[in-house]
């Protein structure tokens, strides 16, 4: 895949700084709006993976979840265990922080601190929470770093910030970083570089191996996504029609083969430990863990698939309006990276397709469409791609997508600052011509909030 970037000529220079730029932002936003904390039922089921396996040396949540009341919500499984419906992939991702937090803790009782090193009290939750803040900020750059490539530094730079501040994924970045959201997204961005570098090296066993053990960690954070393996093979089988034509159909399948296994190789040795340990806690090797405590089933599609994109109810293109002109990127990334823009419309509709059939494709309580924060690299490419597009066009008009740019961010954080403050339903439809006029009322309520707690963390 050929390398396009067209940087613009009259960019601001603040555009070409790259990752110092979103680095700096990282830790400007820290401090307000970080909050590490296992307040509602989907951290608890998280935590309590990591907090069992560390302190208890257990796969058996049941104190975890009495001790955040929450003993009544699961069933036992087969075996024996509380049902935790929850995949336990963040909390391997958690565990090296919160390990290292137990040995300070440790250390602190020794030297005569009383803080409990019992893996509730706050430097364990802060080791998790900084932990998946951090992978998101991974994300970022990743994601970042492929655009530069790709489309050039202003685009890269201005769209990456969009899609982060103008789309859940700060939220849950942030707000609720015990939520396997922030994880998700930096393993999809790590994939799509990673996969980028492999075509550019023509695909080398090594790299296609690490593709494989990628994939795999994604199926242990979110177990749907195992698409990713589905879409990897999929874009083999494309790849062994067109050289089957030019090549004849053994020597094509002989490279597929020389291409996949690698992969699966790599995803069996992270995958086949994951069906071990279902097997062992809920009694089968492959199971929606959803199913057994209510959390969600698979049913026919019906009118699902516009309420995904469309409805007030955490539709997409509702709650995160800037997604849409993204995903009409792809058509622009087209010109120019074929490969790419083929790969993420595959994904996407792949995505759309898998959240059609749930029930639960709406989040429950969330901050608008959370489903989709694992597609957030793609949707900075897109944008990315749009942007280069316009302004090979019209060499003038970065003024005014910036002004957009602006616009849509502070749209999305004065309606985060509604959902933190309640003037909107944490889930189901709302009104929308409401949630329009709390933009404006939102904001004294949210700059009094936000004075206080600075405030209080000064006084500390």
Known sequence: MAERPLPHARAARWLHAGWPVITVLYLALFLPIFRPQVS?????????????ILIDRD???SNEYAHYGMAHIGPRTPTGYMHNQWASGSALLWLPAMGLAHGGVSLARALGATLPADGYSWPYVWAAALTSTLFGLGALLLAHRLALHLFGAGPALLATLTIWLATPFVYYQYQQPLMSHANTAF???????????????????????????IVGLA?????????????????LGIDWVREARERGPLPALRAAFARGLPILAGFALIFLPLIIFRRVVYG??????????????????????????????????VWAPITLPAICGLAAAWRTQRRLALFLAGWLLIVWAMLSI????????????????????????????????????RPRALPAISLAAGLVIAWNLALMAQYALGFVAPSGRVD??????NQWRVIPAAAEQLAGRLTGLARR
Do not use: C
């Open 40 to 52: 509602i039922i989907d951290p608890v089921g998280y935590y309590s993976w990591a907090r069992s």
């Open 59 to 61: 796969l058996d949540t």
């Open 187 to 213: 393993l999809s961005a790590l994939l799509l570089y990673l996969w980028w570098r492999a075509h550019r090296h023509g695909r080398p066993p090594v790299e296609q191996f690490a593709l494989g053990l």
């Open 219 to 235: 199926v242990w954070v979110r177990t749907e996504d195992l698409i990713l393996l589905g879409l990897l093979g999929l874009e």
């Open 284 to 317: 089968g090797w492959v199971l929606n863990t959803y199913a057994g405590s209510g959390g969600g089933t698979v049913s026919a599609p019906g009118v699902r698939v516009l309420r995904i994109l469309f409805s007030s109810n955490r539709g997409l293109f």
């Open 358 to 393: 749930w029930s639960g494709w709406s989040g429950g309580d969330a901050f608008g469409p959370r489903h989709w924060v694992r597609f957030t690299p793609a949707f900075i490419l897109g944008l990315a791609a749009l942007i280069q597009r316009i302004l090979a066009r």
């Open 432 to 437: 929308l011509l409401e949630m329009v006029r």
